[in-house]
């Protein structure tokens, strides 16, 4: 062979050596960005896959949610929300259910790794869920997969974006930046106590319920408020009883006073909020519709005031 036959073939040899290494690297990233994919559920709120090991997303209401995360190979059940966990219905399905809460300010350093070796050592896949699936779950699946070294930082901040996380939660949105691939030996070294139920002050409790109660009620203002009258009654009566039963009980606890008059707010609203609907019943008029909204936006205000400057920092 000559001299530039030799070089040709050489040349030739190379080329499909890099070929082959770019199509590998193109490949591992085209993997990396498919392992985000979002699950179209009517039981999973929000589902989304971060990572063939990890699925994110809201609270399973009912045992048809835990049948159907069986149906999708999860095995355990992590909950990043305040609300006690359904354990029964997904012991029922053969589910291990794990609680670790953590708010909305961010995830501490050791609830981070709590999470990150329940992931780990646990059966899996996990689905980890808070209520909507929006903001703390997709956070703490993020930060998880990061600190594992299952996805990079890149494809944890996509996961919030995919999620919806409201970028105004800096917390968590710092903990997924902050995120760093955590030593195995720093979770080996972890002694936990896996519970199904942590305990959680009564507020986390009652706020979750409130949240769920003003969810419920925006879904009857969007279909104009006629509906059933007796089941927005009766969400109303138990958003003003909430008010009135944590303003009771953290004045008790001598709580700040800017809290105590959020509260105070928000049952006079929701007071108000009932008297108007008692009064109308139906049919209703556009004016009272349009009296309902008003009163349902002053509500809206009071929640989120109330949580930018105490949910949220707590």
């Given at each position: ?21 770019y ?151 710092q ?18 106590d ?56 953290e ?26 609907l008692?009064h109308?019943?139906?049919?209703f ?9 008003s ?20």
């Amino acid at each position: 062979m000559s001299g530039a036959s030799r070089g040709l073939a050489s040349w030739v040899a190379w080329a499909s050596i890099l070929v082959g290494m770019y199509a590998g690297i193109l490949s591992a990233q085209e993997a990396s960005v498919g392992a985000l994919r979002r699950w179209d559920s009517k039981l999973l709120p929000n589902a989304i896959w971060v990572h063939p090991s990890v699925m994110s997303g809201g609270l399973p209401a009912g045992k048809p949610a835990f049948e159907e995360l069986v149906q999708l190979g999860i095995k355990t059940v992590i909950s990043v929300d305040g609300i006690k966990p359904d354990v029964q219905n997904a012991e029922a399905v053969g589910l291990r259910y794990v609680h670790l809460p953590h708010g909305y300010d961010g995830i501490s350093e050791n609830r981070l790794l709590q999470i990150a070796k329940a992931v780990r050592d646990l059966p899996g896949p996990a689905y980890i869920h808070c209520h909507h699936g929006r903001h703390r779950s997709p956070a703490a699946a993020a930060a998880v997969c990061i600190s594992l070294g299952r996805i990079d930082r890149s494809l944890g901040l996509e996961t919030l974006r995919v999620a919806g996380t409201n970028p105004g939660f800096r917390g968590l949105v710092q903990t997924v930046e902050r995120a760093s691939l955590v030593p195995s030996t720093r979770l080996d070294e972890l002694q936990i106590d896996w519970v199904a139920v942590s305990e959680v002050p009564p507020i986390v409790d009652a706020m979750v319920e409130m949240d769920s109660i003003f969810d419920r009620l925006k879904e009857h203002q969007k279909r104009e408020w006629p509906g059933s009258l007796a089941e927005t009654a009766a969400d109303v009566l138990m958003l003003k009883e909430h008010y009135m039963e944590l303003h009771r009980s953290e004045s008790e606890k001598k709580q700040d006073p800017g809290f105590l008059e959020l509260l105070e707010q928000g049952r006079m609203l929701s007071e108000h909020l009932e008297a108007k609907l008692s009064h109308d019943r139906v049919p209703f008029s556009p004016d009272g519709s349009a009296h309902l909204d008003s009163i349902m936006k002053l509500l809206s205000n009071n929640c989120s005031q109330c949580h930018r400057q105490y949910r949220d920092n707590r």
